[in-house]
């Protein structure tokens, strides 16, 4: 009897905290982003790189057992240096030939499924070669799961709108139009 409650207990552990490794989706511009980088009346800029302070972060472990990474193996700051090249791209606000070139270095990233409060939460530092910078702290929630599994391809999803909530605090921070002034 006393192995198959601790067999029992094994199974139960092994299907709520064991999951596979999740890779994030190809990032989807947002339209609202765009309409409102269209609405701006703003110079077009162009893009440096995104750091992360030499972190090199690809990847998140979720429930201490599955990874959730990006599909090509950029980093977390590349990823969303492409994806802010791309809303700036769609709404003509982007030239590569611009003086003002816009970088940004991502302070931290978290990611937790906990029941009840998961999250992705982006803290980042955008700079401007016109000697402008300014913080954002993003926080884009989501519903998790008890399972692992489930919880872990929660956050894999999620992620693309996190990174679209993202680039909708930064275009909407009061300090953005400074970054791009000449």
Known sequence: MKNVVLSGLVFGFMVLFTGCANKVHTYSPNT????????????????????????NER??????????????????????????IQELLLADKYDPNSKIVITANLDYIFGSTMLGNAYWEFKVTVKSSNGESCKVDSKYDYESSYLATSACSEMQRSFVPAVQKLISDIINNPNFKKLLSA
């Open 59 to 84: 990847k998140v472990m979720c429930r201490l057992a599955t990874p959730v990474g990006t599909a090509s193996g950029k980093t977390f700051a590349s990823y969303i240096q492409d994806a802010f």
């Open 32 to 55: 609202a982003n765009i309409m409102h980088l269209k609405s701006m009346d703003i110079n077009k800029v162009t893009v440096g790189t995104f750091t992360d302070s030499g972190r």
